[in-house]
């Protein structure tokens, strides 16, 4: 089971054209043609003057082009408030850190052997958006490959505002075609295996951005460039836009909530997501009191490694 620290009900719907461009079409009179002498109007040159127009002007202007410089990429640096259930690994909560550990195993050891992991739940405030920022995160600590945490839910995104990272170019641009998908890209410093693409703003109705090629195409990209991907989608029940998203994915994480997850929309949820089904995440669970002798060993386990590091300083 997972558990997670000051979870808000809110976070679940939220957890250049190079130089010579110009040149390689506007070449002049003398690639093209020249003037007759007569003045009848022009002459289709010789393959002697072809030749010697496409060793100059043409040939300077592809080369100039080939050496463009690479648009540099985009980076995020993490900034994390030690209060945020966020990022466990490194946070003061190790029971939390130690469920995402778990989940991860679970994860690369499933049968299905999952790339693309879509992760949402029955309703608002379940803490899927949390889950995923902190799945990829534990995945990319792994170092096997490289993880792309993908902010799917495009009408109330909440990954950017979590991780203080710009809204655009993101997702929305990529699919519009105003981008491309290296253009939206976000590398965490922190974590150099991770990647964030964010929301992005969509113009029109989120669902015909999905019910399209591009989502597609773009998705075959995630697959050839990543190791793992996870994706942040709005709940499975409210939108047409997770059954879009989950034509292309391995499989689907469900997150509920106890004492806050809707009964009627759990039922509706699951049922949805049954042939696709990963597994079921219980996400801010409390203590129960059978659980005494875990947390005991784990409370000497704590201790254990407490006195190691003290020992070698």
């Given at each position: 089971?997972?558990?997670?620290?000051?979870?808000?009900?809110?976070?679940?719907?939220?957890?250049?054209?190079?130089?010579?461009?110009a040149g390689l079409v506007e070449t002049g009179a003398g690639v093209f043609g020249h003037p007759a002498a007569d003045g009848?109007?022009?002459?289709?040159?010789?393959?002697?003057?072809?030749?010697?127009?496409?060793?100059?002007?043409?040939?300077?202007?592809?080369?100039?082009?080939?050496?463009?410089?690479?648009?540099?990429?985009?980076?995020?640096?993490?900034?994390?408030?030690?209060?945020?259930?966020?990022l466990p690994p490194d946070s003061g909560d190790r029971l939390a850190a130690e469920q995402y550990r778990k989940l991860r195993t679970?994860?690369?050891?499933?049968?299905?052997?999952?790339?693309?992991?879509?992760?949402?739940?029955?309703?608002?405030?379940?803490?899927?958006?949390?889950?995923?920022?902190?799945?990829?995160?534990?995945?990319?600590?792994?170092?096997?490959?490289?993880?792309?945490?993908?902010?799917?839910?495009?009408?109330?995104?909440?990954?950017?505002?979590?991780?203080?990272?710009?809204?655009?170019?993101?997702?929305?641009?990529?699919?519009?075609?105003?981008?491309?998908?290296?253009?939206?890209?976000?590398?965490?410093?922190?974590?150099?295996?991770?990647?964030?693409?964010?929301?992005?703003?969509?113009?029109?109705?989120?669902?015909?951005?999905?019910?399209?090629?591009?989502?597609?195409?773009?998705?075959?990209?995630?697959?050839?460039?990543?190791?793992?991907?996870?994706?942040?989608?709005?709940?499975?029940?409210?939108?047409?836009?997770?059954?879009?998203?989950?034509?292309?994915?391995?499989?689907?994480?469900?997150?509920?909530?106890?004492?806050?997850?809707?009964?009627?929309?759990?039922?509706?949820?699951?049922?949805?997501?049954?042939?696709?089904?990963?597994?079921?995440?219980?996400?801010?669970?409390?203590?129960?009191?059978?659980?005494?002798?875990?947390?005991?060993?784990?409370?000497?386990?704590?201790?254990?490694?407490?006195?190691?590091?003290?020992?070698?300083?």
């Amino acid at each position: 089971m997972l558990r997670s620290l000051n979870e808000e009900p809110s976070d679940a719907l939220e957890l250049e054209t190079p130089p010579g461009a110009a040149g390689l079409v506007e070449t002049g009179a003398g690639v093209f043609g020249h003037p007759a002498a007569d003045g009848r109007g022009p002459v289709a040159p010789s393959r002697t003057e072809t030749r010697e127009a496409a060793s100059g002007p043409l040939q300077s202007e592809a080369a100039a082009l080939n050496s463009w410089p690479a648009k540099p990429k985009r980076t995020l640096s993490l900034r994390i408030s030690d209060s945020a259930p966020l990022l466990p690994p490194d946070s003061g909560d190790r029971l939390a850190a130690e469920q995402y550990r778990k989940l991860r195993t679970r994860i690369l050891q499933h049968p299905a052997a999952p790339t693309m992991i879509i992760v949402s739940s029955p309703g608002s405030g379940d803490g899927k958006t949390i889950t995923a920022i902190n799945l990829a995160g534990i995945l990319a600590l792994k170092g096997e490959g490289r993880v792309l945490l993908v902010d799917g839910d495009l009408r109330r995104s909440a990954i950017h505002t979590r991780l203080f990272a710009p809204q655009s170019p993101g997702l929305a641009e990529a699919l519009a075609g105003e981008c491309t998908l290296e253009e939206a890209l976000l590398e965490v410093e922190e974590l150099p295996n991770l990647s964030i693409l964010t929301a992005g703003r969509a113009a029109g109705n989120p669902a015909e951005l999905f019910d399209s090629s591009s989502w597609v195409s773009l998705a075959a990209q995630f697959r050839e460039q990543f190791t793992r991907i996870v994706i942040d989608s709005p709940p499975v029940p409210a939108v047409a836009d997770y059954d879009l998203m989950a034509d292309v994915a391995d499989g689907t994480l469900l997150v509920v909530r106890p004492d806050h997850t809707n009964r009627r929309q759990f039922k509706t949820a699951l049922g949805k997501v049954k042939p696709k089904l990963l597994g079921l995440l219980i996400n801010d669970a409390a203590d129960w009191f059978l659980w005494k002798q875990y947390s005991s060993g784990y409370a000497y386990y704590r201790r254990s490694a407490d006195v190691a590091k003290v020992k070698k300083g």
